[in-house]
T-cell receptor, first 113, second 111 residues
Framework: DAMVIQNPRYQVTQFGKPVTLSCSQT?????MYWYQQKSSQAPKLLFH???????NEADTPDNFQSRRPNTSFCFLDIRSPGLGDAAMYLC????????????FGDGTRLSIL | QKEVEQDPGPLSVPEGAIVSLNCTYS??????FMWYRQYSRKGPELLMY????GNKEDGRFTAQVDKSSKYISLFIRDSQPSDSATYLC???????????FGSGTRLLVRP
């Protein structure tokens, strides 16, 4: 049974048109993460939430925002997608810090027209 | 220099072979080491999770960590075509939420 669920699996949007990706979890984990993964590259952390506390990576573009309305759900908003934002977006969860492993969803592949 | 180095491959082996996948790292603060398997168009799946130095075995998979050499390995015994995937090493420290990934090694097991 999927424990970290991402919807949709594939998303196509137009250049500059806002898009929202969603993630839900059944693990009741405190921490939720959003990663960007481009082809043949390692996942790159964009930000994470510890409960309701938001933590942005220093090099995450302002174009990327996130919301976590409750423990189970987290959203990634891309305000004005550019061609360079085409990628796989991965959601992950963990109970806590480094001594707790991260569990990933199957990702949303975003294409920009 | 990247914090974590991993040979991208591809690594092609015949079915039944023993596979050795490796990563080196530079940050001595890393204490938690993970191996993820990622199939095409899927998310990374946690395979092995180890703390500090030593070995951990789970079925056909063995993870080794040598902190003195800053070197970690994943061994796959009796490799199967279904093991064909990209293998990502990842690591972090006790006080961090951020996983530092290698770039992944693509493995192909030929029937």
């Amino acid at each position: 049974d999927a424990m970290v669920i991402q919807n949709p699996r594939y998303q196509v949007t137009q250049f500059g048109k806002p898009v929202t990706l969603s993630c839900s979890q059944t693990l009741n984990h405190n921490v939720m993460y959003w990663y960007q993964q481009k082809s043949s590259q390692a996942p790159k952390l964009l930000f994470h939430y510890y409960d309701k506390d938001f933590n942005n990576e220093a090099d995450t573009p302002d174009n990327f925002q996130s919301r976590r309305p409750n423990t189970s759900f987290c959203f990634l908003d891309i305000r004005s997608p550019g061609l360079g934002d085409a990628a796989m977006y991965l959601c992950a969860t963990s109970e806590g810090q480094g001594n707790q492993p991260q569990h990933f969803g199957d990702g949303t592949r975003l294409s920009i027209l | 220099q990247k914090e974590v180095e991993q040979d991208p491959g591809p690594l092609s082996v015949p079915e039944g072979a023993i596979v050795s996948l490796n990563c080196t790292y530079s940050n001595s603060a890393f204490q938690y080491f993970m191996w993820y398997r990622q199939y095409s168009r899927k998310g990374p799946e946690l395979l092995m999770y180890t703390y500090s130095s030593g070995n951990k075995e789970d079925g056909r998979f063995t993870a080794q960590v040598d902190k003195s050499s800053k070197y970690i390995s994943l061994f796959i015994r009796d490799s199967q075509p279904s093991d064909s995937a990209t293998y990502l090493c990842a690591m972090t420290s006790d006080s961090s939420y951020k996983l530092i990934f290698g770039s992944g090694t693509r493995l192909l097991v030929r029937p």
